[in-house]
């Protein structure tokens, strides 16, 4: 595939501005509807951001860093951007898939690239039954949250949750509790990433649930299914001395 085209999509900060200007002062920027790659400026959340809006024109993204961390982006650089991205290597990203269903019976459906996480919305702990493929692993897990992250998601909040990190092409899920109350040794399970996961709530009136898929949320839900879509693939591109495998394996040698 062609990578020369390209359109530039920025976050909403004046460096993320400022690279935007200074992009399209030296590069052709044809448009969504022409462009081979899409350039990512912004942080990580930006880029998650982009990757949803994007979704469904199946073109490949090449980020570079004008957030924080920066984890999903390359450098940033003014030059050689054409060459950069032809010598990029891609990583392929397989989305989950999430079905809510709120306590007066609506169906919410979402997309994550990172994670489903599952959230007291009161000062009281949750109680969530947890099923996997239809089985009850868990017949109450008294807890603040529970979270299920792919592999490219697993160096965020999962990692902060004290969740394992997953390779790239592991083909497992994370699935992690937050501040778990009972069972109080239970830290978690790896699962194929062809799992469906369910989490039925207990006890919703008093002890409500809300969840939440990247950056989008659903209150007062009583039933969430999640799985991962192996038939949506995410392309993003990165250099070769930064790709995202190697990314993700490094970061369980960081002291």
């Given amino acids: 595939m062609a990578r020369e085209k390209i359109t530039i999509m920025a976050s909403e900060t004046p460096q993320a501005d400022a690279a935007l200007r200074q992009l399209r002062g030296r590069y052709d920027d044809v448009g969504l509807d022409k462009a081979d790659v899409i350039v990512v400026l912004g942080g990580d959340g930006f880029?998650?951001?982009?990757?949803?809006?994007?979704?469904?024109?199946?073109?490949?993204?090449?980020?570079?860093?004008?957030?924080?961390?920066?984890?999903?982006?390359?450098?940033?650089?003014?030059?050689?951007?054409?060459?950069?991205?032809?010598?990029?290597?891609?990583?392929v990203v397989h989305p989950l898939a999430m079905t809510a269903t709120d306590a007066a019976g609506m169906e919410h459906r979402a997309m994550a690239i990172n994670e489903v996480?599952?959230?007291?919305?009161?000062?009281?702990?949750?109680?969530?039954?947890?099923?996997?493929?239809?089985?009850?692993r868990l017949e109450e897990l008294v807890?603040?949250?529970?979270?299920?992250a792919t592999?490219?998601?697993?160096?965020?909040?999962?990692?902060?949750?004290?969740?394992p990190i997953l390779p790239l092409e592991a083909e497992i899920l994370a699935l992690t509790p937050i501040s778990a109350f009972r069972p109080r040794r239970w830290r978690g399970a790896l699962v194929p990433s062809?799992?469906?996961?369910?989490?039925?709530?207990?006890?919703?009136?008093?002890?409500?649930?809300?969840?939440?898929?990247?950056?989008?949320?659903?209150?007062?839900v009583v039933q969430i299914e999640v799985v991962e879509d192996l038939a949506a693939e995410l392309h993003l591109l990165f250099d070769p001395e930064h790709k995202l495998e190697e990314r993700i394996l490094n970061e369980?040698?960081?002291p």
């Fill in 47 to 91: 880029m998650l951001s982009v990757l949803h809006e994007t979704r469904h024109l199946n073109r490949p993204i090449y980020g570079m860093n004008q957030g924080t961390i920066g984890f999903l982006m390359n450098s940033f650089s003014l030059e050689n951007l054409v060459e950069r991205m032809q010598a990029a290597e891609l990583a």
């Fill in 117 to 136: 996480s599952v959230f007291r919305e009161t000062r009281q702990a949750a109680k969530i039954r947890v099923s996997i493929d239809d089985r009850v």
């Fill in 143 to 148: 807890c603040d949250g529970v979270l299920v």
């Fill in 151 to 163: 592999p490219a998601g697993s160096t965020a909040y999962n990692l902060s949750a004290h969740g």
């Fill in 194 to 220: 062809t799992a469906r996961l369910r989490f039925d709530v207990l006890d919703p009136e008093k002890r409500p649930v809300s969840v939440v898929a990247d950056n989008q949320e659903f209150r007062n």
């Fill in 252 to 254: 369980q040698f960081i």
